[in-house]
């Protein structure tokens, strides 16, 4: 057996990425119930080839999983048309990509430095054709729904794009109240917020994001408005009971459970992918509960995830809790790699992001 840095040493896989991936279920490593310690077997290791292999052919998590458990998935082989007509599309727009580019190149040798900067920003920050209607939705309260509207409102606008937020509830803690208390301190949203009422004004080519609460009404409206719904769970709480229900409320409302326009956005999870980062100056026994607690919220997001998928419903990604949103509360992030990573890929602009994490890229 090998602790997770031999693990990693050998399988030139990251420590972070091994964690992510056993959270995943792709590479369930034994736990040791106290220290919390992952051990892996050396025969893990041609899974973990395996796993590599699939990534670098680009599948996706549910992919990967049922190409290593063929056995347990019926429809395998339309799982992999897809996956191919997925790669055709992808290849279809960088063939498209390197076209404009070269398009670009043939210009000849008088291109300024700053004629280049342009010409890259506009192949970034072109719009995708539709206008996005987005909704954050979920029956149960603080499970995030405000902040990542917020965040998804912003991740938009660096885009380039017309991004207005809608209020649904229009009183509380939502979106408008963000607004305000971002304009008193002097650091205004750079989009404007709505109330429901005002959402037939808003143009046609601005992408809406509607901000909603726990109550039904609320939920209804956001759901039928938008595209693009996600369902914020919060994946550190109970969630069994409230995620029958809003399952329930879904189907009445006739949106279906798959497909691209739906997805469950866990949020305020206990990070399942990165390390435990300790306080200072804790005692023996308060490191072990630390680790202790660490390792049951782990177990939780896991458990979750493994009943998700067992229920078809997608998963967009987990959104650890980070202490910076608390911090952050009311002030508009420029760059947040976990939620625009996430929420780009589900709107399906992640292909107008840059693709490595650069802030000073990414000002509003
Ligand atoms: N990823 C995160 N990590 C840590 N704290 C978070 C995270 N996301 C949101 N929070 C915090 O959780 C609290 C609830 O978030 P938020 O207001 O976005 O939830 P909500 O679902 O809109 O709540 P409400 O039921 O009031 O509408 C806020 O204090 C927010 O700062
Ligand atoms: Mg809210």
Not at 65 to 93: F, I, K, W, Y
Not at 281 to 307: G, I, K, N, S, Y
């Amino acid at each position: 057996m090998m602790h997770i840095s031999e693990f990693a040493r050998q399988s030139g896989i990251r420590a972070q990425t091994l964690r992510r991936y056993h959270a995943q279920g792709l590479l369930v490593p034994e736990v040791d119930p106290h220290s919390g310690y992952r051990w892996y077997s050396s025969r893990q290791l041609h899974t973990a080839r395996v796993i590599q292999s699939l990534r670098g052919a680009g599948c996706n998590v549910a992919l990967i999983r049922a190409m290593l458990h063929p056995s347990d998935v019926p429809d395998l082989l339309g799982q992999l048309e897809a996956h191919a007509l997925t790669l055709r599309s992808q290849a279809t727009h960088q063939q498209a990509l390197a076209i404009t580019i070269e398009g670009f190149l043939q210009r000849g040798k008088d291109t300024t430095l700053p004629d280049i900067h342009e010409f890259w920003n506009s192949l970034w920050l072109t719009p995708a054709d539709a206008h996005i209607r987005v909704a954050f939705v979920g029956l149960k309260g603080g499970v995030g729904r405000t902040t990542n509207a917020i965040y998804t409102a912003t991740l938009l606008q660096a885009l380039g794009r017309n991004v207005a937020v809608v209020d649904v509830s229009g009183h509380g803690d939502g979106a408008l109240t963000w607004a305000r208390q971002a304009s008193q301190r002097d650091k205004p949203l750079p989009f404007p917020v709505y109330t429901l009422r005002q959402y037939p004004d808003i143009a046609e080519d601005v992408d809406v994001i509607f901000d909603s609460t726990p109550r039904g009404e609320d939920f209804t409206a956001a759901a039928l408005l938008a595209d693009h719904l996600v369902l914020c769970v919060d994946a550190g709480g109970m969630v069994q009971h409230t995620l029958q229900l809003e399952l329930s409320l879904l189907q009445r409302l006739g949106v279906g459970c798959s497909g691209s326009a739906f997805g469950v956005l866990l949020t305020g999870a206990a990070d399942p992918l990165t390390p435990l980062e300790l306080p200072e100056e804790l005692t023996a026994q308060e490191v072990w509960e630390w680790r202790e607690e660490w390792a049951q919220l782990q177990q939780l997001v896991a458990e979750l995830l493994q009943d998700l998928s067992a229920r078809s419903l997608p998963v967009l990604g987990v959104i650890p809790h980070r202490e910076v949103h608390m911090a952050a509360g009311f002030t508009c992030p420029q760059y947040l790699h976990d939620h625009h990573r996430v929420l780009g890929r589900f709107l399906g602009v992640d292909h107008l992001m840059p693709p490595h994490r650069s802030p000073s890229t990414w000002s509003p």
